[in-house]
């Protein structure tokens, strides 16, 4: 068993692209699910607006990245007015069975063969971050802090984007305390009472799918950025559900919370993927049990059964508060 090599790749995944790609989207998911009671279940397709609105206006129109960003989040914004507008007036339910609809539409959408010579198809777009690689100000070399190392451009990523986390939780933990903050709370408590205070619930709660929208537009983008490719299959049903759990772990209505969460759920996989397949390498598990290509699903199943004694000895998360998620009244 190479415990080294284990544990170098379990703590570099706390802190690689995807825990800062499924921060941001849990970070948006937060303040849907947890702060204001809208149940989301299409985040995905925040983060495939974000994506293609960088990856369309850098391919096809030559735009500078950072306008691709901004076409990128105004995409999100136009996808949360048409998914918001037939049904936050109506129970929290419909707007999940709309959202999980939308983030597959898109992505079949996009890989249509029809829309090739606009999204790429099935193909998907690529090449067009090539700026963000060229300004990278770092020499080349290895970048790190003890075993933990990344090359000089994974180090340039990092840097934007835990930079653009922790802007994105400064952001969530000014509003959440303002008083639209408290509004929002108070929609996702009792709407009815809201309401009878003069608060205009149905603008609130649009105003929250935007503003959540945008962040998994972010996540999206530096999905796509980072890679450097847009490819539609990368946006499927199971990234939503991957940034939910993130977010339960660490914790609902907890500003760090879904950061945090991230940075473990990436950790536990990372640390089972290596761990079993270690276990494969030196026949310690007999094949008939397991083998080299079932090592990704067992270590789902492993993730899965977790997952169920959280939610069995501590449904509020690792920081969360009982009183905060009172999941049984939304």
């Known amino acids: 068993m190479d415990w080294g090599t284990i544990i170098d790749n379990t ?29 989301n279940f299409g985040q995905v397709g925040f983060m495939a607006a974000g994506a293609y609105g960088v990856g369309i206006s850098s391919t096809y129109y030559g735009w500078p990245l950072w306008v691709g960003v901004l076409i990128g989040f105004a995409a999100a914004i136009v996808l949360a007015l048409l998914l918001g507008f037939p049904t936050l007036r109506l129970r929290a339910d419909y707007l999940g069975i709309v959202t999980i609809a939308a983030g597959e539409i898109i992505r079949l959408v996009m890989r249509a063969a029809e ?18 690689q060229d300004a990278n100000p770092l020499s080349e070399g290895e970048y790190g802090i003890w075993f933990v190392e990344f090359s000089s451009f994974d180090t340039w990523e990092l840097l934007i ?92 209505a907890r500003v760090m919370g879904p950061v945090v969460g991230a940075m473990i759920f990436w950790m536990i996989l990372a640390f089972l993927d290596n761990f079993l397949r270690e276990l494969d390498a030196n026949d310690i598990v007999p094949d008939s049990i397991m083998s080299g290509p079932e090592v990704g699903a067992f270590r789902f199943i492993f993730v899965g059964v977790l997952l169920i004694l959280l939610m069995v000895f501590r449904p509020q998360g690792i920081f969360g508060d009982k009183r905060e998620i009172a999941l049984d009244d939304r």
């Open 11 to 39: 703590v570099e995944a706390a802190f690689g692209q995807e825990a800062i790609i499924y921060a941001l989207a849990a970070i948006g998911l937060n303040l849907h699910f947890g702060y204001t009671g809208l149940l």
């Open 115 to 132: 829309l090739k010579d606009w999204s790429g198809g099935s193909n998907g777009l690529n090449g067009f971050a090539n700026g963000f």
């Open 161 to 252: 984007g835990w930079g653009a986390v922790l802007l994105g939780c400064g952001l969530l933990f000014l509003l959440v305390r303002s008083p639209w903050g408290r509004v929002i709370r108070a929609v996702r408590e009792d709407e009815d009472a809201a309401r009878a205070l003069g608060k205009n619930v149905y603008q609130f709660k649009m105003q929250s799918l935007i503003l959540g929208g945008m962040f998994g537009a972010a996540g999206g983008m530096f999905f796509a950025i980072s890679v450097n490719s847009v490819q539609p299959d990368n946006y499927s049903r199971a990234v939503t559900f991957f940034a939910l759990t993130a977010a339960i772990i660490g914790g609902l």
